[in-house]
């Protein structure tokens, strides 16, 4: 997908590939840090354009976000860039918080010097489950919908949503001394997404979780 702009004698050509994408690397404007890496749309750079905020396309949720909606951590753009093949994109930003989802400035903490310690996974559109299933809760949150059960403990407040939280990991208990697998995966999955709704009744977010399990992995404890 090709989409041509230009100004007068000038012309920018933008090389999206066959799904309508085209990678977005973030940096910040004065450290020159490299943040992370997203993908955008033609509906996400026109949006990105219009406010100067950063606005990205999820492969996962196959959908736009808006970079700190959630968290607030939005990234204020000041410049993109387009590489000399017209492919990638450069986004040189003011970040007002965290850039990843773990608490950390940047995505990029991972030092690689070989592969003798590296595991090597086929890309799973499944591994962000818990990013989207979070992203759905507040957007029932923020956008209510008729007969969302969601919606219906949000309607009866932190207390019961908290009692549902108690009772789904009692269910869990019970599931996990009996030995039901597969029970047990249910019940696990119901106490995630109580303890989700939980997250979000209280106006926090998932990077303030990653940041403490992060903070405690790096103490070892």
């Not at 965290?98 to 592969?115: E, I, K, R, V």
């Not at 949000?154 to 996990?176: C, H, L, M, Y």
Request: glycine share 6%.
């Amino acid at each position: 997908m090709w989409v041509e702009n230009g100004k007068g004698d000038h012309m920018t050509t933008i090389q999206f590939d066959e799904k309508g994408l085209i990678p977005a690397v973030v940096q910040d404007h004065q450290t020159r840090k490299l943040l992370m890496v997203a993908y955008m749309n033609r509906e996400s750079l026109a949006k990105t354009l219009e406010s100067r905020e950063a606005w990205f396309y999820s492969r996962s949720r196959e959908n736009l976000w808006h970079k700190g909606e959630t968290s607030g951590n939005f990234l204020i753009v000041k410049s993109i860039k387009l590489d000399c093949d017209g492919d990638t994109l450069l986004l040189e930003v003011d970040p007002k918080g965290p850039a990843c989802h773990t608490g950390q400035d940047s995505c990029f903490n991972t030092d690689l010097s070989d592969l003798d310690n590296c595991n090597f996974i086929v890309a799973d559109t499944d591994r962000n489950v818990f990013m989207d299933l979070f992203s759905i809760i507040e957007d029932r949150k923020l956008n209510p919908k008729n007969g969302s059960y969601t919606n219906k403990l949000f309607d009866e407040g932190v207390s019961r949503i908290a009692q549902k939280v108690v009772e789904e990991a009692g269910e869990t208990a019970i599931a996990g001394v009996t030995g039901q697998k597969e029970g047990l995966a249910s019940e696990i999955s119901d106490l995630i997404y109580h303890v989700f709704v939980l997250i979000s009744a209280n106006d926090m977010s998932l990077e303030q979780v990653f940041a403490e399990l992060s903070e405690r992995r790096e103490s070892g404890n």
